[in-house]
Structures are given as C-alpha cells and as structure tokens.
C-alpha cells in the first residue's frame, strides 16, 4: 500500500522453487478473468476521504457498486481487500463477508480479505490486529474453514519513510509471520529499501509456505531472492511507468506461475491513468504490461495469474 507521504507522482522501481523459481503450484487452480490481488477497497478513500480526487457527498455503498462494476465489465473476478492495521482489516473481512452473504451487487467480482499492520504504524504494536485474527480464525473466517480470510498482511518493512523506528517495524513483522506459520495462512509483505533485514527476519521466522512480496519495487537480483525462498511476486501499476526499468526486468525474469497482478487502488494507478484514484479494473493495464515484457498474449497473463492467485491465497 502506498501511504500518506507517498506521492502517486512517485516514480519508484520503489514447495519452493524449481528452475528458474518456477512449481507446479500445489491446490492451484484454474480461475476465470483476472484477480485483482491487492486493494483497499474497503477504505474510506471511496468517499474521497483517502487518495486523489475527493468526491463532496458521495454514497460510499454507490461508488462501491460502480467501482466493483467497472471491474466486472473489464473481467476481473476477484478481488483481495488487504488490511493495514485493527480497523482496515476489520473492514476488509466486513467487507468480504457482505459479498460472502450475497448482499452486494450481483455479478460483482468476489471479495476476500487479508489482516495485517503496516509498517508505518508498527509503533501502534500487533495485539489489536492479531487479536482480531485470532477471532476471526475461532468464528471460522479462514478460507480453508469456508471463509473469506485469506492472509495475514500487509506487514513487512518500509526504510524510505520511517513512520516507525526500524527495530518496532522488525519486531512487528515478525510477530506477524509467526503467526501466519502458526495458522498456516498464507503472507502479505510490504517492503521498501529493507531487502536484507526482510530475509533476515524470514530466514529467522521461516517463510511461510505461501508468501506474497507485494507491489513489487525491487529488480532482477531482488526478485531472484523472493524467488529462492518460494515467495510469490505481484506487480502492481508501477510496472508501467516509464522510470521502472528494473520493475520491467524482474517481470521479464519471474516465471509466471510465480507472479500475481494487482492494483493496490487506491493508490499506483498505472500509466495512463496516473494522477487518478486506482481501482481493480485497472488490473487489466498492469497484466497488459507484464504481457508486453514476457512476450505473451494478455489472455495468457490472467489465466496465468490467476492460477498463482489460487494458488497463492487458497482461492
């Protein structure tokens, strides 16, 4: 997620692996249309409260139903709302559970939710966020039991903002791989100019078996290390802007039953669309870019995607 400070003028490249970090993807399997496999839809930014473009008076449940069927008219199918701290994460399983109730509009791309703290707000501590897991776990919430909890996340590291003391980021992150270890849940990590305290704290912790490097901002040789640990790679719309070179190079190198696609809306919009409010229809431009880079056809990026989507969250 792309927090308050960060500009969406910010051009940043901010089983385990087989050859060429490829697997068979285990419980994979094939899912139609595109997954959209990290967004905040469930935050107040629909409302203009968060990210470009406030909308004065606006419906928030209107503009989730025409967002959610935007989405829809471009195929996407489903969608991962990932929390960011007690709150978010709270919303995101409300959320997820409105859609599971089939209240939301029909033919809308299914929902699913992920609990986590970011690290900006690791100084907050984990004990309300795990403490919501942990009762959504005993109510049943985990994808496994039938529910619509998918990960833990997102967590991980952020050193180019520093919104809280690094030693607090490393601890919070941990606490929460421990515990996706512990309830065999899948991982959502955030990182950001901390590549080696991130491996040192999975290396201590263990990686868990599915884990997620979100909004992927590294290159080829960072990508080869999420590779060699098993980790799944997403890409969101900063694989289309013009500066992100070495974004391009890790998605030409990581096999595509290794990657995600995603918008992480409301932030990133890809190219042409910068300097708007992201949203998951936009999935679509960031896997047509990755298409591009592979030198396949999009189609063969969605079902691709898809499939590790599956794979990757237990969908």
């Excluded at 089983?15 to 993807?25: A, I, M, P, Q, V």
């Excluded at 967004?39 to 606006?58: F, M």
């Excluded at 690290?119 to 984990?126: L, M, R, V």
């Excluded at 003391?165 to 421990?178: G, L, N, S, Y």
Aim: charged letters at 20%; a negative charge.
């Amino acid at each position: 997620m792309q927090r308050p400070g960060v500009q969406d003028g910010d051009d940043r490249p901010d089983g385990r692996t087989g050859e060429n970090g490829s697997t068979d993807l285990e419980g994979g399997r094939d899912l139609p249309g595109w997954v959209d496999s990290h967004s905040h839809l469930q935050e107040a930014y629909l409302t203009g409260e968060r990210g470009p473009g406030p909308v004065e008076g606006a419906d928030e449940h209107a503009l989730l139903a025409t967002t959610l069927g935007r989405a829809a008219a471009a195929g996407v199918t489903r969608v991962v709302c990932v929390g960011t701290g007690a709150a978010t994460s709270a919303a995101a399983l409300a959320l997820a559970g409105e859609d599971a109730a089939g209240r939301l509009a029909p033919g809308a791309p299914a929902l699913w939710a992920t609990g986590g703290l970011h690290p900006h707000d690791a100084i907050e501590g984990t004990a309300a966020v795990l403490d919501l897991l942990e009762q959504a776990l005993g109510a049943g919430a985990a994808v496994s039991a039938g529910g619509r909890l998918v990960a833990v996340g997102e967590c991980g590291l952020d050193y180019h903002y520093d919104h809280s003391p690094r030693a607090v980021q490393r601890q919070a992150f941990a606490e929460q791989v421990a515990f996706a270890n512990r309830h065999g849940l899948a991982l959502v990590i955030h990182a950001r100019d901390a590549w080696d305290d991130l491996f040192d704290v999975l290396g201590a912790e263990g990686v868990p078996e599915r884990t997620i490097l979100h909004c992927f901002t590294g290159g080829p040789a960072e990508a080869r290390r999420c590779l060699d640990v098993g980790m799944f790679v997403s890409f969101s719309g900063i694989v289309t802007f013009r500066s992100a070179d070495d974004v391009r190079e890790a998605a030409a190198l990581v096999p595509l039953d290794r990657m995600l696609v995603e918008t992480d809306s409301p932030f990133l919009a890809p190219a042409p669309h910068r300097g708007k409010a992201n949203e998951p229809a936009y999935v679509t431009v960031v896997g047509a870019t990755v298409a591009s880079v592979k030198h396949v056809t999009p189609e063969d990026v969605a079902r691709a995607t898809a499939r590790a989507a599956s794979a990757a969250f237990g969908l």
